[in-house]
């Protein structure tokens, strides 16, 4: 069966520092990986999505991640945050086992510091 | 522009009182889902529908119902038999009923039960 555990459901960095949200995945076939982001009162929107290409997947502003299969993890990084990274960030699994569902880790709130 | 929307914004229901919260999207998407948010819990599927006249219970059915009559709309029922729902609902769409999609998110409503 497929779960998702995201490290933390709080994470508070500086304006210009690293960002880090951790994300490790269990599925039993090669898995679709993906960052979604919620603007407060919003829908999600699709940060960015791995697919069995390459390991290193770039998304929009400026975030990308590494799909590792060893560690089964897929952690989200930024070089240098901006008070308008600040959201909540949400990592789900879906794979190709004839259903349909997606399942979502219960997501990590990112406070960015002036 | 292409999109899912979602109506009312803000809704407020009584005790014993059913409530129905609109979706809707002009994607040509074949799959919609319903799904529900809480604080810390990431979220949780209600109900789904593969294709037109077709829908599924997902984890969380109880107290819910959803009709499927054309492509584009799948309305959402909270009834009074859902003891706790108040909640911030999302509805979302992908291509096809396949679980490796992108998914396309409403912007969502909050229900408050008064």
């Known amino acids: 069966a497929q779960s998702v555990t995201q490290l933390g459901s709080h994470v508070s960095v500086s304006e210009g520092a690293l960002v880090l949200l951790r994300c490790n995945y269990s599925s039993s076939v090669p898995p679709y990986l993906f960052w979604y982001v919620q603007y407060p009162n919003q829908g999600l929107q699709l940060l960015l999505k791995?697919?069995?290409?390459?390991?290193l997947v770039k998304g929009i502003n400026g975030f990308e991640a590494e799909f590792k299969k060893s560690e089964t993890s897929f952690h989200l990084t930024k070089p240098s945050a901006h008070m308008s990274d600040a959201a909540e960030y949400f990592c789900?699994?879906?794979?190709?086992?004839?259903?349909?569902?997606?399942?979502f880790g219960a997501g990590t709130r990112l406070f960015v510091k002036a | 522009d292409g999109g899912i929307t979602q109506s009312p914004k803000y809704l407020f229901r009584k005790e014993g009182q059913n409530v129905t919260l609109s979706c809707e999207q002009n994607l040509n998407h074949d799959a919609m889902y319903w799904y529900r948010q809480d604080p810390g819990q990431g979220l949780r599927l209600i109900y789904y529908s593969q294709i037109v006249n077709d829908f599924q219970k997902g984890d969380i059915a109880e107290g819910y119902s959803v009709s499927r009559e054309k492509k584009e709309s799948f309305p959402l029922t909270v009834t009074s038999a859902q003891k706790n729902p108040t909640a911030f609902y999302l509805c979302a769409s992908t291509p096809n009923w396949r679980g490796l999609d992108t998914q396309y998110f409403g912007p969502g409503t909050r229900l408050t039960v008064l």
């Open positions: 791995y697919t069995s290409a390459a390991t």
């Open positions: 789900a699994v879906s794979d190709d086992t004839g259903g349909f569902k997606t399942i």
